[in-house]
């Protein structure tokens, strides 16, 4: 009875110790060559580091691999017998690393994004980054806050208006621009003109709330210094209701840019004060810097184009 010592009766695990791989790497190119100066060149080593892992690897088997005789060195049956089964295996190794790239290559990017972000923005632009990408595929999933990456979540796009771990490599994407936005057709029923003109919210104009981001018009007050007057208002239990509201002509919202952008260039939304930064902005977060080269940094640089 053979015992591993994991509890497994018979097992061969740990039963062969092999050579260094290393070594065997450079056995092989020198069988291939039967030449140990042509082996070097190949692999980018010296004389003297390839005659010594063919050592190493004779001395641990017990053979010669190698016949040398007038400087030149010819393969023994031990050696082309090795020879035969290192090709293999490295043939065989190669293929599974090249299986492995490929499936890695085709996975998604999976990234999260704030829903209503997601919704209004990020989904409504996403077939130009597949047409220039295709063969980065994206898998978008809702969230909001902190969020584990590297755990089912590639990638995040998130506001900072919470603090994220240290470790967390943050890209900014663009700063958050507000303003009060109604239906185009109501501007005049919600909002007057001044003697000179320019437009004021009236105190009737419901006011739309929403339970998401409670402060969205106290952060509008702030940034731009102005009090808007009590009024009715109406609590949605969701940012992206608030704005739904105000596209039906409920009352009038607090619209970051990029979330009302569409709306208003198509004429639907009307922002008659404009928008102004409140001093946040959205990043992409990642679990480690995004290299040049890696798959995400072109969905960062397209996500920055976008945000223009």
Sequence with gaps: MVSDGMGEQDSQIGATRLPPLAALR?????????SF???????????????????????????????????RVFLTAAGRMLANAVREGLRTIEAATRSLRQTAR?????????????????????????????DIPIHLTAGGGPVTLGHGVDLAIRRDDFLWADHVSANRLFAERVGPVCRADRVEAFFAKQCDGSPVLRPTAP????????GAWD??????????????????????FSLQAAVAGLGVAIGPWQLVR??????????????????????????????DGGRAAPLLEWLRRVAE
């Excluded at 006011?207 to 409670?214: A, E, K, Q, V, Y």
């Excluded at 702030?222 to 208002?233: E, L, N, V």
């Design 26 to 34: 450079c056995f092989e190119v020198a069988a291939r060559l039967e």
């Design 37 to 71: 100066s042509q082996a070097a060149d190949a692999l980018h080593l010296t004389h003297g580091a390839v005659s010594r892992a063919v050592r190493a690897v004779e001395e641990d088997l017990g053979v010669a691999l190698f016949e040398r005789r007038n400087r």
């Design 106 to 134: 085709n996975a998604p990017l999976t990234v999260s994004c704030e829903p209503t972000l997601l919704m209004r923005w990020l989904i409504p632009r996403l077939s130009s980054f597949q047409a220039a990408h295709p």
């Design 207 to 214: 006011r739309l709330h929403s339970r998401t981001r409670p």
């Design 219 to 240: 952060h509008w007050n702030a940034a731009t210094g102005q009090t808007a007057p009590d009024g009715p208002s109406q609590m949605f239990e969701h940012f992206y």
């Design 262 to 291: 569409d709306d208003v260039e198509s004429g639907i939304l009307a922002a008659p004060l404009g928008f102004v930064e409140d001093g946040s902005a959205y990043h992409l977060l990642s679990p480690d810097p995004l290299a």
